[in-house]
């Protein structure tokens, strides 16, 4: 019964280096996005997928990168990271058969300096 | 930029009341959902109303949709201490055919404070 889940919970990036927040889904949702949320807004959408190998751009998808090979997983690698990525980032997974509630996973606290 | 506006920003309330939380958003959508979220912890979602529907229940909440006016609400009757956490309302935009992608639009939210 595990849902959507995020690793790592929590990182600490220096600038420039890379890294990949890994996320995975056990319910066959064809639907994934990935948000982040700054102090005190709502969520963005950064990249979204509507199945295996098919990936589009949200609203702010600079600086990350996607890509889904399978179902289930859905990674987001930050290419040279920057203090304006320094954000928490949230996972998501949803089917039009299940009446295309969202789940979210617990979230990713990242912080680069 | 964000599509969904939430009214108000801060609301304190006693416990007992009721919290009534307005969303506005501005271009079609297929459905419309409530979240809550407390502090430094992942969404819930509450739920989920779609366009073609006006109103629905949740045990203590109620939302209604007008699609007209491009608004929505959030009522959580008798509130309870426990109620406290930021509120989000997201909207699902129709796509082509009227398939619904799972790409939310979230407004900044509502941070609701009940008081014991």
């Known amino acids: 019964n595990a849902g959507v889940t995020q690793t790592p919970k929590f990182q600490v990036l220096k600038t420039g280096q890379s890294m990949t927040l890994q996320c995975a889904q056990d319910?066959?949702?064809?639907?994934m996005s990935w948000y982040r949320q700054d102090p005190g807004m709502g969520l963005r959408l950064i990249h979204y997928s509507v199945g295996a190998g098919i990936t589009d751009q949200g609203e702010v998808p600079n600086g990350y990168n996607v890509s889904r090979s399978t179902t289930e997983d859905f990674p987001l690698r930050l290419l040279s990271a920057a203090p304006s990525q320094t954000s928490v980032y949230f996972c998501a997974s949803s089917s039009s058969s299940s009446g295309n509630t969202i789940y979210f996973g617990e979230g990713s606290w990242l912080t680069v300096v | 930029s964000q599509q969904g506006e939430e009214d108000p920003q801060a609301l304190s309330i006693q416990e007992g009341e009721n919290a009534t939380m307005n969303c506005s958003y501005k271009?079609?959508?297929?459905?419309l959902q409530w979240y809550r979220q407390n502090s430094g912890r992942g969404l819930v979602h509450l739920i989920l109303?779609?366009?073609?529907?006006r109103e629905k229940h949740s045990g203590r909440l109620r939302v209604t949709l007008d699609t007209s006016k491009k608004s929505s609400s959030l009522l959580i009757t008798a509130s309870r201490a426990a109620d406290t956490a930021s509120y989000f309302c997201?909207?699902?935009?129709?796509?082509?055919?009227?398939?619904?992608?799972?790409?939310?639009?979230f407004g900044q939210g509502t941070i609701l404070t009940v008081h014991p």
């Open positions: 997201a909207t699902d935009p129709r796509g082509a055919g009227g398939t619904s992608y799972g790409k939310l639009t």
């Open positions: 109303i779609r366009s073609n529907e």
């Open positions: 271009t079609s959508i297929n459905n």
């Open positions: 319910m066959n949702h064809e639907y």
